[in-house]
């Protein structure tokens, strides 16, 4: 490796002092040579004096020392600069000359090892320390060299993992071959790839048993070579949950993997994610007990913390088209240890009103599928017309992911009737359907997310309707969070579409006004006192 070459280091400086000390005092000795030892005199008292002054700049307390890196690409930069930073970090305060001219002396063999992770061997150094009005000044301008290339790479892996697609999807990336740069990092980066692949995929006995990099400075290349060893895959023991008041046998139910298949940890995760989901947890916690380990089986313990059985909420506000208006309702989530839950919702303003109930029966995968079956009766009194509704129905909720599907049968008992036409009595049996997309940061606290809903529904008279007709809305919500300003803009939109022959024919609870209208309202949600409180535009 070549030498790295910096000028006026602190060891060159001392050196030359000594050697012309030496030096003077043989030409003392001699009677010849008087006129050379005149000059070297001058240079001796000189250098002299340059040390007197470094100590008396060194005695000037709470100076400063700046470094300035030139000649390199942001990533290696910023290591360099990174290095240096740390080792000026630890030099004693206030700096004096001495440790400053040691820093400057060690310099260039720390830019030399900074530089090494991106494969730069043959780097040159050309530094100047200065002295400014606030201390010294270390620049260093460099020259990386050309990059060391990585010549060859062999990687085996051994045990049962080496027939694992998995491991061999890993390997086709190549994100180390031959004919690259040398980067470090991205030798470290597969290493750790390695190490969680076999988590994920149950080889917890896993060892890296060899790992290195032969550099060959002579011919300027890096050989690698890597032998992982999976060891066995383990599988799914039995299954045992924390203290809970739902019957074990349901919970199973949340469980996406079974007994005896192999270790996955997307199946533990979907499980995870189930049970969060299904509002009955606040939190669910799942491991792998590997001490209690047998036959190559790992017994899983889940842990729970349940929410609160009931739920309170109370809403008070008012809007433009409805004046002031109010909202009361509960949950209670405990009916039984199966998960059957109860809601219930009223809401009520000067012109409106509507009362709603639903019981929950939760699916063969709980954390995905729910049944529910409900009803609710409302009064509508608006400028376009008057109404008051029955309804009633089930409907099933399907979520994969971030959607949530719920298929439904609803019947429908209105009377009503529109400005200028006469009192209207109708009865509609009618599927309906809606699809909703939700994406939040976080749930817990959100700055951004996307809230889409498609709902579609259509009645036929063949089908004990009396009338036909079919729907489809569309609606949007959006929010987005500047983070420095701390502020929040909220967008939403909703677009629909009725075909009908006769409007008037349509039940006013299904019919589609246009407007803006303007609100303001503060819901409390709690389980026995108050834990939310937000504003909203209706």
């Not at 008292?45 to 470094?54: D, Y």
């Not at 066995?232 to 809970?244: A, C, I, V, Y």
């Not at 739902?246 to 192999?262: I, V, W």
């Not at 529904?457 to 949007?476: C, D, M, R, V």
């Amino acid at each position: 490796m070549e030498l790295i070459e910096a000028r006026a280091t602190a060891s060159a400086f001392y050196n030359r002092i000594a050697h012309t000390f030496k030096r003077e005092m043989h030409l003392n000795r001699t009677a010849h040579f008087h006129g050379k030892m005149k000059h070297r005199m001058i240079r001796y008292w000189l250098c002299c004096g340059m040390l007197c002054l470094s100590w008396s700049a060194g005695a000037v307390q709470h100076r400063t020392l700046d470094i300035q890196v030139l000649g390199l690409t942001k990533k290696p930069q910023k290591n360099v600069e990174l290095v240096l930073q740390n080792a000026r970090n630890r030099l004693n305060h206030p700096l004096t000359q001495l440790e400053v001219l040691h820093f400057y002396d060690q310099a260039p063999r720390m830019i030399q090892n900074a530089l090494a992770p991106y494969g730069f061997f043959r780097s040159h150094v050309h530094a100047q320390l200065t002295n400014t009005h606030r201390g010294w000044l270390a620049q260093f301008s460099i020259q990386p060299g050309p990059p060391l290339r990585i010549a060859s790479v062999q990687i085996q892996i051994q045990g049962t993992g080496k027939t694992d697609p998995a491991f061999q999807q890993l390997l086709s990336r190549q994100l180390i071959k031959a004919g690259d740069v040398l980067h470090t990092e991205q030798y470290e980066t597969f290493k750790t790839e390695l190490y969680n692949l076999a988590t994920q995929r149950g080889y917890f006995n896993a060892t890296l048993k060899r790992s290195n990099i032969f550099i060959d400075l002579k011919k300027y290349h890096a050989n690698i070579i890597i032998v992982y060893d999976t060891g066995p895959r383990f599988r799914f023991g039995e299954t045992t949950f924390s203290l809970s008041p739902f019957h074990q046998r349901f919970l199973k139910r949340f469980l996406q993997y079974k007994a005896g298949e192999y270790y996955d940890v997307k199946k533990v995760e979907e499980t995870q994610s189930g049970l969060v989901a299904s509002q009955f947890f606040n939190q669910a916690l799942i491991e792998p007990i590997l001490k209690k380990a047998k036959n190559n089986k790992v017994p899983m313990l889940i842990s729970l913390l349940p929410r609160q059985a009931k739920e309170y909420v109370v809403g008070v506000g008012y809007g433009t088209d409805t004046g002031v208006r109010g909202t009361v309702g509960v949950t209670l989530r405990r009916l039984n240890g199966w998960g059957h839950h109860f809601q219930t919702l009223l809401r009520g303003s000067q012109d409106n009103g509507n009362l709603s109930v639903k019981y929950f029966i939760p699916g063969k995968n709980p954390g995905r599928d729910l049944l529910g079956i409900g009803g609710s009766a409302s009064s509508i009194r608006q400028p376009t017309g008057n109404g008051k509704s029955f309804q009633l129905g089930p409907d099933y909720t399907i979520t994969l992911g971030r959607w949530k599907n719920t298929f439904g049968l609803s019947y429908l008992n209105e009377t009503y009737n529109i400005i200028r036409l006469p009192h209207t009595s109708t009865q509609l049996v009618y599927p309906n359907a809606a699809f909703r997309y939700l994406y939040l940061d976080n749930a817990a606290q959100t700055n951004n997310g996307l809230h889409f809903r498609v709902q579609v529904a259509g009645a036929n008279q063949s089908l004990l309707s009396e009338t036909n007709f079919f729907q489809i809305i569309t609606s949007l919500k959006t929010l987005y969070t500047f983070e420095k300003t701390h502020t929040r803009f909220l967008f939403r939109t909703k677009v629909g579409h009725t075909e009908i022959n006769n409007l008037a024919q349509l039940p006013l609870s299904l019919q589609l006004f246009s407007g803006v209208p303007l609100a303001c309202a503060v819901m409390v949600t709690t389980p026995w006192v108050p834990v939310a409180i937000y504003l909203k535009e209706a």
